[in-house]
């Protein structure tokens, strides 16, 4: 608990830096490309408009619940997995490619991974505002509800923190790990309400994927945009959720304290 205090007295202390190392690593993730950051909201753009073209008008599986049009409905999913996928993509990877910062012992790496979400809450904002204007001109306007985006956005930017800690730590030693979370990554975005309600489910297999964390938080980012209810109705996932990510930073303390003095060794 000590280090997880003291991670937060870093943070803010050098939340200068942090600021300005997840804007340098923002823009040199697309700084040899032609059209640079413009891409970072392009691949999202398209993937969502596949998603609404297959589904939408191709399969028409029926498995969301009809109250929405199917672009709201998808769209208010996949802007929380956006920003986890992509997130959990590029920090698991951060110690590899900041290997020059991190053999110098005056650097506190335990920022690299942090920095790396917040590059990536640059366009996660963006596509909260694409979002809140789909969703107005498909007549769902903001509401009081919308507030709940930023604790949601919290609950997000807490539970990657966490699992990036954990990720990270782990990809020097073995690199592997990238590969194994492409293929989680697949299968984990099926078995959230992205592209389906939960009604079109049985409660006993709809308690089970509860179980998975995001679940609560993509369930809150459609709530927040569709007016659907406030966070505090769903306590007990709530408290299931913080529970879960608070043991989640304490493993990632544990396991990157452990591990950070071996990381020059195997950089």
Same mark, same amino acid.
Request: charge should be positive; aromatic fraction near 20%.
């Given at each position: 608990?000590?280090?997880?205090?003291?991670?937060?007295?870093e943070?803010?202390?050098n939340?200068?830096?942090?600021?300005?190392?997840?804007i340098n690593?923002?823009?040199?993730?697309?700084?040899?490309? +032609?059209?640079? %950051? #413009?891409?970072? $909201? =392009?691949?999202?753009?398209?993937?969502?408009?596949?998603?609404?073209?297959?589904?939408? /008008?191709?399969?028409r599986a029926?498995?969301?619940?009809?109250?929405?049009p199917?672009?709201?409905?998808?769209?208010?999913?996949?802007?929380?997995?956006?920003?986890?996928?992509?997130?959990?993509?590029?920090?698991?990877?951060?110690?590899?490619?900041?290997?020059?910062?991190?053999?110098?012992?005056?650097?506190?790496?335990?920022?690299?991974?942090?920095?790396?979400?917040?590059?990536?809450?640059?366009?996660?904002?963006?596509?909260?505002?694409?979002?809140?204007?789909?969703?107005?001109?498909?007549?769902?306007?903001?509401?009081?509800?919308?507030?709940?985006? +930023?604790y949601? %956005? #919290?609950?997000? $930017? =807490?539970?990657?923190t966490?699992?990036?800690?954990?990720?990270?730590?782990?990809?020097? /030693?073995?690199p592997?790990?990238?590969?194994?979370?492409?293929?989680?990554?697949?299968?984990?975005?099926?078995?959230?309400?992205?592209l389906?309600?939960?009604?079109?489910?049985?409660?006993?297999?709809?308690?089970?994927?509860?179980?998975?964390?995001?679940?609560?938080?993509?369930?809150?980012?459609?709530?927040?945009?569709?007016?659907?209810?406030?966070?505090?109705?769903?306590?007990?996932?709530?408290?299931y959720?913080?529970?879960?990510?608070?043991?989640?930073?304490?493993?990632?303390?544990?396991?990157?304290?452990?591990?950070?003095?071996?990381?020059s060794?195997?950089?």
């Open positions: 608990m000590r280090s997880l205090l003291s991670f937060a007295k943070i803010i202390q939340r200068k830096l942090v600021f300005r190392f997840s690593d923002f823009k040199a993730r697309y700084a040899g490309s +032609f059209f640079g %950051v #413009l891409w970072a $909201f =392009v691949n999202p753009l398209v993937t969502v408009l596949t998603y609404w073209f297959v589904f939408g /008008f191709g399969l029926g498995l969301t619940d009809g109250k929405y199917f672009i709201v409905f998808l769209i208010t999913g996949m802007v929380p997995w956006f920003f986890f996928s992509d997130s959990i993509t590029s920090s698991t990877n951060v110690f590899r490619e900041y290997s020059y910062l991190v053999k110098k012992v005056v650097f506190n790496i335990r920022i690299l991974p942090t920095t790396k979400v917040l590059s990536n809450l640059y366009t996660h904002l963006f596509f909260i505002l694409i979002t809140l204007i789909v969703s107005t001109a498909n007549g769902f306007p903001p509401t009081l509800h919308t507030l709940q985006l +930023f949601y %956005v #919290l609950c997000l $930017f =807490v539970f990657l966490g699992l990036t800690w954990i990720t990270s730590s782990i990809q020097p /030693f073995f592997d790990v990238m590969q194994i979370i492409s293929i989680l990554l697949q299968t984990v975005m099926w078995t959230l309400p992205i389906w309600s939960p009604s079109a489910f049985s409660p006993r297999i709809v308690s089970f994927l509860k179980l998975n964390p995001l679940f609560y938080v993509v369930q809150g980012y459609r709530e927040s945009f569709l007016s659907e209810g406030w966070f505090f109705e769903h306590w007990k996932m709530s408290l959720f913080w529970v879960f990510t608070l043991t989640m930073l304490l493993i990632g303390s544990i396991i990157f304290k452990r591990l950070r003095p071996h990381f060794d195997v950089l």
